[in-house]
Nanobody, 121 residues
Framework: QLQASGGGLVQSGCSLRLSCEAS????????LGWFRQAPGKEREFVAA????????NYADSVKGRFTISRDSAKNTAYLQIDSLKPDDTAVYYC????????????????WGQGTLVTVSS
């Protein structure tokens, strides 16, 4: 089970940190990924991190502003978002899969409920 949190209404240029808490016996061995879906658009990949935390992948559109990390002891992944832009407005979902980091939505078997990030200009 995945629980995403940390979204909210923020001004452009501000920062935000999203959290994704995973629960379950084997949750700490999953690759965790973040995706987002803006109104009227398809869900898109944002970032992913493997279970050891030593392999990450980012969408080109977020490189340099987004940082994914995880705390295995807490079974939690984080997405630090800096210099927020109105185009970052979306519902952010965390997802989990067994295997290496991947940017493909269909590779992820488990999904959280999403947390809404709204960036005002």
């Amino acid at each position: 089970q995945l629980q995403a949190s940390g979204g909210g209404l923020v001004q452009s240029g501000c920062s935000l940190r999203l959290s994704c808490e995973a629960s379950g016996r084997t949750s700490n061995i999953y690759t965790l990924g973040w995706f987002r879906q803006a109104p009227g658009k398809e869900r898109e990949f944002v970032a992913a991190i493997n279970w050891r935390g030593d392999s990450t992948n980012y969408a080109d559109s977020v490189k340099g502003r987004f940082t994914i990390s995880r705390d295995s002891a807490k079974n939690t992944a984080y997405l630090q978002i800096d210099s927020l832009k109105p185009d970052d407005t979306a519902v952010y979902y965390c997802a989990a899969r067994l295997g290496v980091v991947s940017s493909f939505t269909y590779h992820y078997h488990y999904w959280g409920q999403g947390t809404l990030v709204t960036v005002s200009s």
